[in-house]
């Protein structure tokens, strides 16, 4: 890995995060921080637990400071949840500290696919098609803000972590 870089990965829910994040770590040997897992352990709770029992803010205020935390590491691979990228503080952190980040980008079809069938996910729990929609379009707007945007649509993940490597060793 380049010397102090972390690389991050963000998108939405069901973009392939973790476990992009878990295959590069093993391919570039380094360590690997999955922001929601790490919340899960910390609470001894799933997050749609966390959410439902302690409530969103409460959760947030967990996300950032495990999230800025993990910046400060050195040679890791970070896997954002699905909304930490729409803190301000954690967007600021991710540039100050010379990370690269990578927004995994799918079609609006294929996420509300994915995402839609999987009670795991609080905020879309009692969504509908079009509110998850607009959802997905609103946080794009944010992802956009990332160093660099993945288009996945037709990759298979073996080629989604090679282009990945691809720019993170050209940077």
């Known amino acids: 890995m380049k010397s102090n870089n972390n ?4 998108g939405m829910m069901g973009s392939g995060k973790s476990t992009i994040g878990l295959s590069l770590s093993k391919r570039l040997n380094t ?5 929601d897992k790490i919340i899960e352990r910390e609470q001894n709770m799933k997050v749609n637990e966390i959410f439902e029992k302690k409530g969103e803010k409460f959760f947030r205020s967990l996300e950032e400071k495990i999230t ?9 691979i970070i896997s954002l949840g699905g909304g930490s990228w729409l803190n301000e503080k954690i967007r600021k952190e991710t540039n100050i500290n010379n990370n690269v980040s990578f927004w995994l980008n799918w079609d609006t079809s294929i996420i509300l696919e994915r995402i ?9 729990k009692n969504l509908n098609d079009s509110e998850i929609v607009r959802l997905i379009l609103k946080r794009s707007k ?16 073996d080629k989604i972590i090679k282009k990945i490597l691809n720019i993170y060793e050209r940077n």
Not at 7 to 10: F, R, T
Not at 31 to 35: G, H, L, R, S, T
Not at 142 to 157: F, G, M, P, S
């Open 68 to 76: 800025l935390s993990a910046l400060k590491s050195k040679n890791s």
């Open 31 to 35: 360590n690997f921080f999955d922001i």
């Open 142 to 157: 944010i992802y956009a803000k990332a160093n660099y945007k993945i288009d996945c649509n037709r990759l298979t993940k």
């Open 7 to 10: 690389l991050v990965l963000l």
């Open 116 to 124: 839609k069938k999987n009670n795991k996910r609080p905020l879309i």
